[in-house]
């Protein structure tokens, strides 16, 4: 019955230490400004997305799954794996360099997008100040591998260590490039649309409310957590004081976030997979 069932993960997993972050909003963000510096990969979300005009929309739906991966029962996750796939399986793209087409399913996107991803998560929890081992570190990518499982990936073809994460950053990155394409999803993702309703409106038409503000501090944030090389790419210096300076940042943030009352800092998936976990197993 999925009331019996913890899902892919559960309680005692590295992949439950890590997602109970709420930080994980900036390594969200973070591995998106990742992805845009693969051309192929950006342009099979420009050119199959509406991120432009429903960006809260797609943010929403994108955490949706997550934790439906992450807390949702067994069936749950793979039935969202599925339609996951069904959705990839019918859409293509065309190469901004050669003009090839492309499907959105292909193995190497599908890799780097689970990657950065999960790359993300870990790397911003730990610089977070979540206490984390070398060893469960690796654990989480292991544990991922059932993740990319869901998207259409063979597990054994998906980095399952940092030192494996590490050696595939190093190959990628021939294939990395700041495009058009990638500087206007830059542009965006620090300064999307704001709901109106959250912005207090200025002199010269502008929104620079206190939302606003909040949302710069997070997505310069995110942009300091990149890799040296990714920030060099973006045309940023990688300088160890840039990596310090998003290093305070962050844990600033996560103390924050740990003040807020648990119904804003955990969703309806996360709750009710503690409760199905309390419930199995009490002792814990």
């Keep these: ?13 590295v992949t439950w230490k890590v997602h109970e972050e709420p930080i994980l909003i900036v390594a969200g963000l973070r591995s998106l400004y990742l ?7 950006m342009a099979g979300v420009a050119q199959n997305s ?25 069936a749950e ?21 050669t003009g090839e087409e492309f499907r959105i399913d292909d193995p190497e996107l599908l890799r780097w997008v689970h990657v950065t991803e999960v790359e993300s998560f870990v790397s911003t929890a730990r610089r977070a100040g979540l206490a984390l081992t070398d060893d469960e570190v690796d654990g989480y990518y292991t544990e991922q591998r059932r993740a990319a499982a869901l998207v259409g990936l063979d597990p054994a073809d998906v980095p399952s260590t940092a030192a494996e994460v590490d050696d595939y950053y190093r190959r990628i990155r021939r294939d990395l490039r700041m495009t058009r394409e990638a500087a206007e999803t830059a542009l965006f993702l620090t300064v999307p649309p704001i709901p109106w309703k959250l912005n207090l409106p200025v002199k010269l038409g502008l929104h620079l409310g206190p939302p606003r503000w909040a949302y710069l501090g997070i997505a310069g944030t995110a942009l300091g957590l990149l890799p040296a090389w990714a920030r060099r790419l ?10 310090l300076s998003a290093d305070l940042s962050v844990r600033a943030l996560r103390l924050a976030l ?12 996360q709750q009710a997979a503690k409760e199905r976990a309390a419930r199995l197993t009490p002792a814990a």
Excluded: C, K, N
């Excluded at 509406?50 to 067994?74: E, F, H, K, N, P």
């Excluded at 039935?79 to 901004?96: E, S």
């Design 1 to 13: 019955m999925d009331s019996d069932d913890l899902g892919l993960f559960g309680p005692g997993s």
């Design 35 to 41: 992805q845009a510096l693969h051309p192929r990969a």
């Design 50 to 74: 509406s991120y432009q005009t429903d960006a809260w929309g797609r943010l929403v739906r994108t955490a949706g799954y997550v934790a439906t991966t992450i807390y949702g029962t067994t």
């Design 77 to 97: 996750a793979e039935a969202a794996g599925r339609r996951l796939r069904t959705l990839h399986a019918r859409l293509r793209a065309r190469d901004p360099f």
């Design 234 to 243: 973006y045309g940023g210096l990688g300088l160890p004081t840039t990596a």
């Design 258 to 269: 740990a003040a807020l009352p648990r119904r804003y800092r955990e969703g309806p998936l």
